[in-house]
């Protein structure tokens, strides 16, 4: 007979979601800066306006100017709902 552990699968390469994803996961945070296409602004703008739009669309978005070696930019925490909602929007803009 032989022993099994609990983390045997009849299907090959298949983890349970929650060993991997934690329920309470749902801060993201974010550093936007200058770029030659967009300035750190235009890209927060951007983004917070894609975190509100996802799922519930009840993200709530701080953010805060942090200067770091002489070079300023925006540091953006996004707090999702749920996990679910941060990683669709993590995976809309890979």
Do not use: W
């Not at 929650?18 to 300035?39: A, H, P």
């Not at 975190?51 to 953010?63: F, L, M």
Request: charge should be negative; glycine fraction near 6%; aromatic fraction near 8%.
């Amino acid at each position: 007979m032989k022993d099994t552990d609990q983390y045997d699968s009849v299907a090959c390469n298949c983890v349970e979601v929650g060993t991997l994803i934690r329920e309470d996961d749902t801060l993201l945070t974010l550093d936007f800066c200058d770029n030659d296409q967009m300035s750190a602004k235009e890209q927060f703008t951007r983004m917070e306006k894609d975190a509100r739009s996802v799922g519930s669309g009840n993200c709530q978005v701080k953010s805060e100017v942090v200067e770091e070696g002489g070079k300023p930019y925006i540091r953006a925490m996004f707090d999702f709902d749920c996990t679910a909602e941060k990683l669709i929007f993590q995976m809309k803009h890979k």
